[in-house]
Each structure stands twice: as structure tokens, then as C-alpha cells.
């Protein structure tokens, strides 16, 4: 079954087995919900608290909304790395729920590369042998060739046998890139993947995450930076665990670039 075939059902509203299953779509999540510590009322947490949506294989789709309304919950969910406590997650058509952790970790290692604010490369590992882990994991052969061909594609060649501690935070964030890309992940995740880089860097960390897009990756980014933002397809908009606006990200942004000023132009009482 082509994804060509599902959209074009898609389009003229003709039922489609792809279609009606969600299948064509790589990330696929409906009444998603994290209750942190549910065991305990008195202090659990809602961190998501109902969501539903589907991202389209090579879509650039931005994650905005206030500290704390479960941003990286969600992202963290979506890249297998925690469970979620109620509703559905089919990734790549396999819902998540019925692995169990082996599973779910060969499907992530197959599917996602996650990109963090704060790198979270091994201190005591050089760049390429950080970048090798995924595939040591995967038991994929000639690991290491393809570790270093991951740091070229990233400009970092002539910095893989550098540590962690010598490299610069930009050059840090290229070895973590080259990390989450090594596998040949369709998904790649980050949390503010520019959050702990000057704006320099940060633009042409960007740039890299840009050019990853174009050759087909499909793009998730939490990001605070609302021009960065507007620059992916798509933009949901978080507020308490809930999406409340999903669309272009031009029309997101600014309504929520609007609503974020009237915050804080407010009076206080
Ligand atoms: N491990 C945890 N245990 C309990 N509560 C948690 C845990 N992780 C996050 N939370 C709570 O869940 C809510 C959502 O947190 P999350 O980290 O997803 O927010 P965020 O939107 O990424 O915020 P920020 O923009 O500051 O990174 C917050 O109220 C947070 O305190
Ligand atoms: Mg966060």
C-alpha cells in the first residue's frame, strides 16, 4: 500500500484501509494523556491531559506554549523514552502500548532521533564513539565507518576523536545530531535544540536540522524561539497539557505571539 495511493484517498474522502487506520501517518496519537505520580492525588501532576493529532511523514512541525504545559512530556512520549498513562500512540503504524521495552526500544532506534537542549553525550566517550552508540545497540555492522560518515554529514569529521569537554556547545550539538541521525531515523525529536547555544550557533544549528528536513526527515521541535518557529510547516500551540491551536505555523505563532503579549500586558491585582 503506497502513502501515494492513501493521500489521494485522503483528498477525494474515498474510504482507504491506510487511511482509516492512520497507518500512512508515522505519528499517530489520539487522547493522549501523562499523569505524573497518578498513584498519589494529592500531588499528581496532568502533564498531558487529552491529546490528539497526526504528523505527516516529511512535515516540519513546531511545539510552542508557556514553561510547563508539558512540552516535553509530550516529546518525550512521542520519542519512546516514557510511557504514556492513558490513550494511543501508533508510531510507524505499531501502537507503542503493545511492546514491551525491547520492542519499543528497537522500534525507537529504527524510527526517532531525539535531540536535547543539553546535548547529553557521554562525558567519557569521544564524538564518534558517542555518535556509534545507537548502532552498537542495533548490533549494525561496520558501526564505525558509518559513525564517522553521520560527524562528515554534520561538518564534524576532523573533530571525532575529540572528547565531549573539548568540543564547543555548537560542535557539541552536531555530535548529538549526528547521534540521533547515525540509525537513519524518518522522525527526528528535539527539546530546544538551539535553547543552550548562543544565536550564532544557534542558526547554524538550525541550518543543519533545515537541510535534514529537505532531504525528507520528518521534524518535531519544542522550541521557545517564536522565529524559529514560524520557520517549520506546522505549529502546535500547548496550554495546560492540551493542544489549543494546531495549523500553519504562520497563523499559530502570531495568535499566540498575541495572547502571550495581553499575558503580559495585563494588570495585575
Ligand atoms: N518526572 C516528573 N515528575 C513529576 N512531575 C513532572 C515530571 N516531569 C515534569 N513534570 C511536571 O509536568 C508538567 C509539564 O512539564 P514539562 O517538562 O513537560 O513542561 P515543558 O512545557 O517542557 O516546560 P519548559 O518549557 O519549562 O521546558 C510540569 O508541571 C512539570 O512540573
Ligand atoms: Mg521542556
Known amino acids: 500500500m503506497t502513502p501515494g495511493l492513501a493521500t489521494m484517498a485522503r483528498v477525494l474522502g474515498i474510504p482507504h484501509p491506510a487511511v482509516e487506520a492512520g497507518s500512512a501517518d508515522p505519528v499517530v496519537i489520539e487522547n493522549l494523556e501523562k499523569v505524573y505520580d497518578a498513584e498519589h492525588e494529592d500531588i499528581a501532576v496532568r502533564a498531558v491531559a487529552g491529546i490528539s493529532f497526526s504528523v505527516k511523514s516529511g512535515e516540519s512541525v513546531a511545539i510552542i506554549g508557556p514553561s510547563g504545559c508539558g ?38 532506534n529504527q524510527h526517532i532521533g531525539f535531540v536535547f537542549q543539553s546535548f547529553n553525550l557521554l562525558p567519557r566517550m569521544s564524538a564518534v564513539e558517542n555518535v556509534e552508540l545507537p548502532l552498537l545497540y542495533a548490533g549494525t ?28 556547545g ?32 544557534g542558526r547554524e544549528v538550525l541550518a543543519l536540522l533545515g537541510r535534514l528536513h529537505a532531504d525528507g526527515a520528518t521534524l518535531l521541535m519544542v522550541t521557545h524561539d517564536l522565529k524559529v518557529a514560524r520557520s517549520l510547516q506546522r505549529a502546535l500551540h500547548m496550554k495546560d497539557g492540551l493542544i489549543v491551536a494546531d495549523g500553519p505555523s504562520a497563523i499559530v505563532v502570531d495568535a499566540f505571539a498575541r495572547t502571550a503579549d495581553e499575558e503580559e500586558g495585563a494588570p495585575t491585582s
Not at 80 to 103: F, I, M, Q, S
Not at 148 to 167: I, Q, W, Y
Not at 175 to 194: H, K, M, N, Q, Y
Request: proline fraction near 4%; include cysteine; glycine fraction near 8%.
Open 170 to 201: 555548537g560542535q557539541k550539538q552536531r555530535v548529538a545530531i549526528a547521534r540521533a541521525i547515525v540509525t537513519g531515523p524518518s522522525i527526528i525529536l528535539c527539546d530546544e535544540p538551539t535553547g543552550a547555544l548562543d544565536s550564532k550557533t
Open 71 to 108: 512540552k516535553s512530556t509530550l516529546l518525550h512520549i512521542l520519542g519512546c523514552l516514557d510511557r504514556p498513562t492513558k490513550g494511543t500512540y501508533r508510531l510507524g503504524g505499531r501502537n507503542v502500548a503493545e511492546l514491551d521495552d525491547d520492542e519499543l526500544a528497537r522500534l525507537r
Open 141 to 168: 555492522k561496520r558501526a564505525r565507518e558509518k559513525a564517522f560518515a553521520a560527524l562528515e554529514r554534520v561538518g564534524l569529521a576532523d573533530r571525532a576523536t575529540h572528547m565531549p569537554n573539548e568540543l564547543s
